[in-house]
Nanobody, 127 residues
Framework: EVRLVESGGDLVQAGGSLRLSCAGAGFTHDDYAISWFRQAPGKEREGVSCISRVDGRTVYADSVKGRFTISLENAKNTVSLQMDKLNPEDTAVFYC????????????????????WGQGTQVTVSS
């Protein structure tokens, strides 16, 4: 069974940076898409970014394009999310999620597509 553990959340000032990690285990095949989601207080969970373990292709939500970078590390078992130029609107609990698939696909942000979730890590951006 796939297991995901997030880390790296913290309190940071606006304009600062954080790097989140999602340590995965139990991948029996390469064909998984790994995504980061976030959920702010009182809001629905939303997709942030996705990366394919097959070819490393990435996709980003418009709200984070140019500020966040997703990457594979540690023999594709860790997915990192480098977050720069953070602003208070980025405050949320960040989750990583995994599902079988060759690529992220057009519906990568749909929560129901994912079978495996981590417990989340809190990111707080102060103004």
């Amino acid at each position: 069974e796939v297991r995901l553990v997030e880390s790296g959340g913290d309190l940071v000032q606006a304009g600062g940076s954080l790097r989140l990690s999602c340590a995965g285990a139990g991948f029996t095949h390469d064909d998984y898409a790994i995504s980061w989601f976030r959920q702010a207080p009182g809001k629905e969970r939303e997709g942030v970014s996705c990366i394919s373990r097959v070819d490393g292709r990435t996709v980003y939500a418009d709200s984070v394009k140019g500020r966040f970078t997703i990457s594979l590390e540690n023999a594709k078992n860790t997915v990192s999310l480098q977050m720069d130029k953070l602003n208070p609107e980025d405050t949320a609990v960040f989750y990583c999620a995994a599902r079988r698939g060759q690529s992220c696909g057009g519906g990568w942000f749909r929560i129901g597509k994912y079978d495996h979730w981590g417990q989340g890590t809190q990111v707080t951006v102060s103004s």
